[in-house]
């Protein structure tokens, strides 16, 4: 998984209550992405990073936010979770500044919203 | 919408057979990629096609690329139990974002 961890790797949780996911990635990458996939869906992009502090929208960003506040974290925050979001959610790292580049995957974090 | 569309949906060969998937897409590309993702497991990328690319070969991967028909293909060739996977193309166009296709089920059975 090219240096790339995702903390939890499973979570059940309730409707309404927060959540925070958290992407840690050793390679120094400049670029990090949040992508939810769902059946029939694919991967869909919900936010991004272009550098610390740097964030933008992806497809599918409505309920969440993020941060980085450090090169070698993203963190990814369901302010109340819905049952909506329930899903699979998979981080990803790119060196950045290359318009050839390719996106190293974590293994992904199942939750659950009941 | 840029996204991807991989075709067939899924697909069942034989180990030792090849196996084509298509991805057809709708708007200018700079690069096209392909990425495997075992079941359970992150996303891993196996090849990128330049936009002024037509044909790029990694082992028994060939991938070809048809801007004037906006599709591409991936071939494995002499498939093995082990390529069994999920395939998804994934679009770049001018920014540092990839949009995903919703991918190709592969089974390779022994």
């Known amino acids: 998984d090219a240096g790339i961890t995702q903390s939890p790797r499973h979570k059940v949780t309730e409707t309404g209550t927060p959540v925070t996911l958290r992407c840690h990635q050793t390679?120094?990458?400049?670029?990090m992405y949040w992508y939810r996939q769902d059946p029939g869906h694919g991967l869909r992009l919900i936010h991004y990073?272009?550098?610390?502090?740097?964030?933008d929208k992806g497809e599918v960003s409505d309920g969440y936010s993020v941060s980085r506040s450090k090169t070698e974290d993203f963190l990814l925050t369901l302010e109340s979770a819905t049952s909506s979001q329930t899903s699979v959610y998979f981080c990803?790292?790119?060196?950045?500044?290359?318009?050839?580049?390719?996106?190293?995957f974590g293994p992904g974090t199942r939750l659950t919203v009941l | 919408s840029q996204q991807g569309e991989e075709d067939p949906q899924a697909l069942s060969i034989q180990e030792g057979e090849n196996a084509t998937m298509n991805c057809s897409y709708k708007?200018?590309?700079?690069?096209l990629q392909w990425y495997r993702q075992n079941s359970g497991r992150g996303l891993v990328h196996l090849i990128l096609?330049?936009?002024?690319?037509r044909e790029k070969h990694s082992g028994r991967l060939r991938v070809t690329l048809d801007t004037s028909k906006k599709s591409s293909s991936l071939l494995i060739t002499a498939s093995r139990a082990a390529d069994t996977a999920s395939y998804f193309c994934?679009?770049?166009?001018?920014?540092?974002?990839?949009?995903f296709g919703k991918g190709t089920k592969l089974t390779v059975n022994p």
């Open positions: 990803a790292a790119a060196k950045g500044g290359d318009m050839e580049d390719t996106q190293y």
């Open positions: 994934a679009i770049q166009g001018g920014s540092e974002k990839l949009v």
């Open positions: 990073s272009y550098g610390v502090k740097d964030t």
């Open positions: 096609i330049r936009s002024n690319e």
């Open positions: 708007t200018s590309i700079n690069n």
């Open positions: 390679e120094n990458h400049r670029y």
